[in-house]
């Protein structure tokens, strides 16, 4: 019944290494820094550790552009230190799993180089080149080759003057597509991932992987009215090959090897039915999808437009994904990562109900069936930066927006300001607050992003030093997931799906029963599922809220959240 599959009963820590801790004033985390950090991790009882790209890179979109898969940028240390702190990761028990980024390289890796240096140049097939559309010169408006937007704002075509053909960048100009058509390049990268595990790691967390086969017709996207780009996305994302290209790398990867690992894809766009195949153990894909969709709720056609969340989209499409999953397959559970903005920003109140809405939050996924992902501050409840101007912003994706919005007149300043400050990535990536001293212990010299002024008050000292914190709420949850059974294996079940303010689950495994509520608002909900004043008087393993009274019918104060459990 899987229970064997380790992961089940983890909690993954993700730090990125660029804002975690800066060991030598340069303003920029780095390696030493998050070695010299490792017992904040064993304190919260995380069980592994996913480590953000610190790859030799040119830094355009923060590591997730590598010039070179097998080294460590000088920025963040070299590979002896890389070797240290794996060893204290696992001499504390824990595991590290490293960012897979094989869907592009940087313009600047080697393979790109020689790939671009002519048309007849052996690699000149690693990547998708491609001449001007019929009956257009290279260079004209619109000869790209198809009219797919990128990720990161304009066309997702780079015209190379030298051989005349355009290069596929689904992101930045500076990360070429990778052509997983040609055997070589598959291989190399096999080749790569077998390395790092002969190293020791403990896994890869693969960065955009449904986007690894396309249609390689590479067909026009559907443009809107009004819309400057063609969506592209149906002919890139969970393209024709892209099970065989897993089963491949997993039979290449890893099959034989001995060793408990961790694989996780991170899958925008990626359906419920994709993902019961990718995760179903008996194809030998990949252990758990990422998923988008839960965190696309509060947006419209874009992310920059920014909607109000409807707590019950929120279950609905929760509560499909547990169900899709329930027979065959994994989750991943996550409010945020390095592209997310803060959850209690976003979801939670970020102001007088912080810690209650925090720990509400991470009750509430927690203790679904999956296994959680804690994102660096997370755990200390950390919010949205309070960013100024566009010049507070260092993310590529924020920064290309505003160009493209501003600079022609689309939209106003103001206008953008406004979204990139509710949605911006930079939100996740201002500096871990470690004290209250100026730079927030994150370092000595001048931090590369700002820091989060809030720090004089939210921080790890002051979080580990109070037992009503969010951190040991989150020490707490991930105890309870290693300590109940139920909480790594039970069954699902949604309650109320139709209310407006309070999440209501059940997780059933064997005799033992768990009822889990979350107050998604600030006023007082009653809490009305079936025999609620039953539940009052079974056990309560976790609230986040002090005297919790022990008879019915069940009243939740503000952002108040409950565990129960009852045989
Ligand atoms: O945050 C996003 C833009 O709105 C997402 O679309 C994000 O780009 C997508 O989830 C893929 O993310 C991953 O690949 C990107 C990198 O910029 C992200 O940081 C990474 O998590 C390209 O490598
Ligand atoms: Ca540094």
Redesign the pocket.
Known sequence: DGQDQWWKSAVVYQIYPRSFADSNGDGIGDLPGITSRLDHLSALGVDVIWL?PVYPSPQD??G??ISDYQGIDPTFGTLADFDELLAQVHARGMKLVMDL?V??TSDEHPWFVESRSSRDNPKRDWYWWRGPREGMAAGDPGAEPTNWGS??SGPTWELDEATGEYYLH??SRK?PDLNWENPQVREAVHAMMRWWLDRGVDGFRM??INMISKDTALPDGHQGPGAHHGDGSPHFLCGPRIHEFLQEMHAAVFAGRDGAFLTVG?M?GVTVDEAVLFTDPARREVDMVFQ?EHVGLDQGDS?WDVRPLDLRDLKASLGRWQAGLAGTGWNSLYWN????PRIVSRFGDDGEHRVASATMLGTVLHLHRGTPYVYQGEELGMTNAPFASIEDFRD??SVNHYRAWVDPGHQSAEEVLAALRV?S?DNARTPMQWDDSPHAGFTTGEPWIAVNPNHATVNAAAAVADEGSVFHHYRRLIELRHKEPAVAHGDFHMLLPHDERVYAFTRRLEDVELLVLGNFSGEDAPADVPDDAGWAGAELLLGNLPDVPDSGPIVLRPWEARIYRRT
Request: hydrophobic letters at 35%; charged letters at 30%; aromatic letters at 18%.
């Open positions: 953000s979109d923060n997730y552009d980024v869907n592009h990720f990161f689904l992101f990360q960065d955009v991170e925008p988008f992310k990562n390095h592209d997310q590529i994706e949605m990535r």
